[in-house]
C-alpha cells in the first residue's frame, strides 16, 4: 500500500465553503473563527450565500456525495454537478463560490506553501514499506482482512486547518481521505501519521467484517458507529498502534466525546490482549466494549 499525497485547489474551496456554512456538527468552529479573524468577518452577503449553500448541502448524503466527488476527484467539478444537480441548485452552488473567491484565493496564496512542505514531509515519512507492512499485518489480523495481499494506492488530500486544531476524514470515496493541516507544525508528523491510519482504518479495514458484525447485534446507529470510533481511536492516533509503531504517548484523551479516563483505561486494555493475542474482534469483544460504555 502507498499513500499519495494531493494539495488540491477545488478540494480546499470546498472545504472552506462547507466548513463556514457549518451544515454538519463535524464543521470546525475554530477553522472559522480563525480565517474571519485573518480575512475579516462575513458580510450580509457572505452569510445569506452560506445559508443557501447548508440548505442544499442538506439534501445529499453526509458523506462521499456528489459535492465531496466534485471538488475532490473531478478536473471540473461544475461539468460533474450540473449533470448531478437541479439547474436552480446549481446555479445558486456556483454563486456561492464567486462570491467566496476573493477570500479564499487569499487564504489559499497563504496556506499553500505551508502545504507543499507537509506534502514533502509526509511522502517521505508515511511511505516507508516495512512500517506500513506491519501495521497493515496487524490490523489484517485485528480486522478479520486481507488487505495485505492488495495493491492500493490512497489519496490523501492535504486540507487547510488551525495551529492547534487539525483532522481527517473518509468521507471523498473508496480509495481517498482528507487531512487537515496546513498550519500545524511539522514536528506533529508522527500524530499525523496516526491520523492517516486512523481514516486508513476506517476507509479499508473496518467494513468487510467488524461494521456489519457491529449492525448486527446492535439496534442503534449511534452505539454501532460509537463503538467503531472508540475502537479506531484505540488504535490511532493516540492508541496503542500508535505507540507500537511512531512511539507516540498513550493518553487518557484518545476519545474524549464519550470517554472518560476511567473507560479509556478499559478500552485499551481490552483491545491490547485482542492485539497481544492476534485475536479478531468478535462478538465478545463488542458486547464488552458496550459494558464499559453502558450501552
Given at each position: ?9 477545488w478540494?480546499?474551496?470546498y472545504?472552506?465553503?462547507?466548513s ?16 474571519q ?33 466534485a ?7 461544475w ?8 439547474p ?25 506553501p ?16 516495512k ?5 497493515i ?18 489519496k ?39 491520523v ?15 461494521f ?22 484505540a ?29 479509556t ?18 462478538i ?10 453502558n450501552?
Open positions: 500500500m502507498k499513500f499519495k499525497f494531493i494539495i488540491n485547489r478540494g480546499n474551496f472545504f472552506f465553503i462547507q463556514l456554512s457549518e451544515w454538519h456538527f463535524s464543521c470546525r468552529k475554530e477553522y472559522n473563527d480563525l480565517w479573524k485573518e480575512l475579516g468577518i462575513l458580510s450580509p452577503e457572505e452569510k445569506k450565500a452560506l445559508k443557501i449553500f447548508k440548505k442544499i448541502r442538506l439534501n445529499y448524503k453526509t458523506s462521499k456525495s456528489y459535492f465531496e466527488i471538488f475532490f476527484t473531478k478536473q471540473n467539478p461539468d460533474y454537478l450540473k449533470l448531478n444537480l437541479s436552480e441548485e446549481y446555479k445558486n452552488i456556483k454563486k456561492v463560490f464567486d462570491i467566496f473567491e476573493g477570500k479564499f484565493r487569499r487564504l489559499y496564496l497563504h496556506d499553500l505551508f502545504l507543499k512542505k507537509w506534502q514533502i514531509l509526509l511522502n517521505e515519512k508515511s511511505n516507508q514499506q512500517i506500513n507492512q506491519k501495521i499485518l496487524t490490523l489484517d489480523n485485528l480486522y478479520n482482512t486481507n488487505i495485505r495481499n492488495k495493491d492500493i494506492i490512497i490523501v488530500y492535504l486540507l487547510f486547518s488551525s495551529p492547534k486544531i487539525s483532522g481527517g476524514g473518509a468521507n471523498i470515496d473508496k480509495k481517498s481521505i482528507s487531512l487537515e493541516i496546513s498550519r500545524l507544525s511539522l514536528e506533529k508528523v508522527y500524530h499525523v501519521l496516526g492517516i491510519w486512523h481514516e486508513t482504518t476506517h476507509l479499508l479495514f473496518q467494513n468487510e467484517m467488524f456489519p458484525l457491529l449492525l448486527k447485534n446492535n439496534n442503534k446507529e449511534e452505539n454501532v458507529n460509537l463503538i467503531n470510533e472508540v475502537t479506531t481511536a488504535l490511532f492516533p493516540r492508541g496503542i498502534l500508535s505507540k507500537w509503531f511512531f512511539n507516540v504517548n498513550l493518553t487518557s484523551n484518545i476519545y474524549p466525546q464519550s470517554l472518560t479516563p476511567e473507560k483505561t478499559k478500552i485499551l486494555k481490552l483491545l491490547h490482549n485482542y492485539l497481544y493475542n492476534h485475536q479478531a474482534l468478535d465478545h469483544y463488542i458486547n464488552k466494549t458496550k459494558n464499559i460504555l450501552l
